[in-house]
């Protein structure tokens, strides 16, 4: 583009003004050298061609080409400012003009930005005019008045004057005042490439990146420049912004915090009085070293800490008043990435947004994903699954960018972020901070806690709060002036410099730096001692800056949103659904968990399966006992190891959540309901393949009703843990503390009358016992599979009645006749007064009980001479004869039950024939599960304790004494209220009373308030 004929030395100055900016001195100088051959060979060119154009067009567009293949829409648009700037350095040709206009459209410049760039380089006040046919034309007005208003910039939405003269009231242009600026300061806003360039028309001197700035020539804004002055105040890139961010008035909120203080317990550290307010469309950062209580601020203003003074405020509404009015206006995005892995990037951020618009059909909630989507670019990665860290699907900016789409989808005006850029890559970190930084212009506050930016991402920040140890506040203001006020203070010689003048970069760390640089000794060595304490910059803090507070103007009304969490129930469905998602598409859980069980029971079945010489015969085969008492262990074992990670691993989404206030409640509900529905398809797998293998016949509901009681009872147990405890480790770490009493106390590897004496009872299962799961599912499995099994439920009533009418005869009533004999000789001999009465209340108590039993009324006065404990022959031969006759009433009733029963065999065999009635037996009578249930290997069969003689002899045919449930074990019912129960039944109710009572204790988090008390309070 250099003038033919013409002097080129301004041209000239351009490039090599420009070429020197980026490129070393000698580099620059070499490539003016080639501009020079270029030139030569250029006039020479048009010469030989007599000035035709043909030539220059095609070869701009070959130019432009190359260009397009290799620089960003960006790129380009400099490279047409620096030709419009180079061309405008002499006199303007209409024929240069056009052929930069037809560089532009191969350059794909939008046209309305290339006529506003043209008017920007050439009269950026408007006195050059673009005509209706798009040419440059002199304007009217050369020189401008001093109550010139610029009128010819009226309506421009894309320019902004910076000047100290206000607009009059007629003026609709935008407008910075700045007072003692001598000249204007013009802003050109680039839209398609979100750019502002300015120019100095006047006479002052400014800095930018502590670079002298040329009048008149062009400069680019980037994030976080200041333009400084001698008699100015600093022009901040955040002021220039906002004047083109409609959205930020819109928005309204002012965000402030009134001496807010906080204390840790037993400690100084926490947050000192610190006061601020700040309005929508900013990005502040909050800095400090470690312990200097930056977490603890950020937490404390997203309302997960309460403060111990002070108010916070939204548009002066006290956030601990208005507790409902504020879902939604405040999200937080932790220093996790706290997604769910098996899920794809759509189905987390779609349930998200279900959980956030109940009033969205479903249409809208897609469009409103795909946007958030499409702004965080995300969508060409939409349907692949999250995974892990360890096992990526999506790259770790990817992922933080998904994490911060989970608070924007429901769009908060108040977004706090904990260590946005930890661990990511430095280009990352930058894509990262830069989302922030649009979201803040859109119209939102953004307040991040970050540790060591870059100088790219310190100049993001519109403003800088900074923390010394302790909690001290130190700074507020602008990122870049803060480099300066602490070099100030500290007394550095280059206080003013805040920049490196050649490449404009600031460097974040110098200022912790600075604040917590040490004393040295007078041998040269650092100390430990620093040179200006926290207090101490506190105060100063107090004196600079927080004295010229001032707290902006709001209107009292919280930001309107479209945030609307469903009803619990709508909240339970989407849970559900959102959890049975991450489930089935994580093969490696579903793999294990659909596979553990049926490999376990072919385990379990296969190595139980005895064998005789004559084969595998059920009734035979002495293991079931141990089978069905590890079919309990194994069903509780499933159901603790599926539960017991399964709230912690959710712990942080639920923190990010509670901003969402969502229902806890209808979060258990849908844990609940899915570990269910895998404890069932588990247990029946199990039982399926277990009993098929031991030929267990008949009994799969049975099995599988306990197996799954017990199961669900377990997935209870571990929801609780899971919700107590605070790591995967710890919880799984504990399922063996919870086990092993299972198996210890289910009553088969330890009977419980061997039990240690203190938690033994002769007459009933210890509590200890009762409290066991496993206790209530064995014995319910084992007495159901020898009373109800396909032969035995033939005869149990009547074997039932034959061994207590036998016991009594046989063993009771002979124990009682030894007890007479033993208490007259005592008489006689006048010895052991003890036992003596002992045995009186034996003879009254068990004499007692038979009477209710047996209708022999020959003795009446029985009760009468016992309770006169006097023996003496008489007495004693009346004891006997009564004792006699029930022996002789309970012999005849055994021998009744025993005929009754030898009926029904022989019935059974007129049916069935002898062979059939042998097969049956051994299809479903099990001789190694009656000798347990039978106590057949026991000796003793009656136990003498206290006043009692107890009977051990036969459990599964004696029913217990008790009125409310509790009974020996192996009892065939069990008395509640007045009322007989079969055990079964009874036994599967207790369980799941245990689960209903486990599942209060989740839903109120008994478990973490235990282990919560009187801990010293902490951080969330």
Known sequence: MAKKDQPVA??????????????????????????????????????????????????????????????????????????LEFI???????????????????LNIVKQEFENIKAFIFDPLGHLLVDPQGQLTKGSAVNRGSDSDYGDLAGQTDFLVISKKYPSAKADYKHLFKEHLNGEIVVLHIKTINTFIFRYLGND????????????????????????????????????????????????????????????????????????????????????????????????????????????????????????????????VPQDDLLFEELTVYQNLFYNAKLCFSNFTGEQLKENVNRVLSDLGLSEIKNLKVGSPLNK??????????????????EPAILFADEPTSGLSSMDSEKVMLLLKEQARSGKLVIVNIHQPSSEIFKLFDKLWILDKGGFPVYTGNPVDAIVYFKRISEHINASESECRTCGNVEPEQILQIIESKMIDEYGKVTDTRKITPKQWHYLFLEEIEMKFEKKEYIKELPAGSFKIPNKFRQFIIFSIRNFLSKITNRQYLLINLLEAPVLAFILGYFTKYTTDEGYIFSQNKNLPAYIFMCIVVALFMGLAVSAEEIIKDKKILQRESFLNLSRFAYLNSKILFLFILSAVQTLSFVIIGNNILEIKGMTAGYWLVLFSASCAANMLG????????????????????LVPQLLLGGVIVKFDDLHKSLASEKYVSFIGDIMISRWAYEALAVEQFKNNKYQKNFFDLEREKSCYSFFSSLLIPGLLTKVDENIVYSYQNKNPEEKDRNFNILKNEISRLQEIAPVNDFNNIEKLLSKKVFNDETADSIKEYLNSLASYFARKSREAGSKADEKINQLIAQLGKDGVNQLKQDYYNTGLADMVLNRTELKKILETGD?????????????????????????????????????????????????????????????????????????
């Open 393 to 410: 699907f999506i790259s770790g900016g990817q992922r933080k960018r998904l994490n911060i789409a989970l608070e924007l989808i429901r």
């Open 719 to 738: 929801l609780n843990i899971s919700a107590g405890l605070n790591s995967v480790i710890t919880a799984y770490i504990s399922i063996p503390f919870l």
């Open 88 to 106: 405008n350095a002499d006199k303007t040709e209409k024929e240069e003009l056009e052929l930069v206009s037809i560089a532009a459209e191969y």
């Open 205 to 332: 001197t400014l800095y930018i990146e502590s670079n002298n700035i040329i009048p008149c020539k062009f400069y680019i804004l980037d994030n976080g420049s200041i333009i400084k002055g001698l008699r100015i105040t600093p022009v901040y890139y955040n002021d220039i912004v906002n004047k083109f961010s409609a959205s930020v008035s819109k928005t309204g909120l002012v965000f402030t915090g009134e001496e807010i203080e906080f204390r840790f317990k037993n400690s100084e550290n926490g947050l000192h009085k610190f006061t601020f307010s700040e309005e929508s469309g900013q990005l502040i950062g909050i800095m400090g070293g470690s312990g200097a209580g930056k977490t603890t601020l950020l937490n404390i203003l997203s309302g997960k800490l309460q403060p111990h003074s002070g108010k916070i405020l939204i548009n002066g509404c006290d956030v601990r008043q208005v507790q409902e009015k504020i879902k939604g206006i405040i999200g937080f």
């Open 948 to 1020: 009692r003689l107890i009977s051990k002899n036969n459990p599964v045919y004696t029913y217990p004494e008790l009125n409310f449930g509790r009974a020996h074990f192996y009892a065939p019912v069990k008395f509640l209220f007045g009322k007989q129960f079969d055990t079964f039944n009874f036994n599967l109710g207790v369980i799941w009373l245990m689960s209903i009572v486990l599942y209060f204790m989740l839903v109120y988090d008994v478990l973490r308030k235990i282990i919560d008390f009187r801990r010293p309070a902490r951080l969330p």
């Open 10 to 83: 301004a041209s000239k100055a351009i490039i090599e003004s420009y070429l020197k900016h980026y490129l070393a001195s000698e580099i620059a100088n070499e490539y003016l050298k080639i501009f020079d051959l270029f030139l030569v060979q250029y006039h020479q060119e048009i010469k030989d061609k007599n000035g035709e154009t043909g030539l220059i067009i095609d070869r701009i567009k070959n130019i432009c080409q190359h260009i397009n293949k290799e620089l960003s829409q960006k790129e380009r648009t400099i490279i047409l400012l620096r030709i």
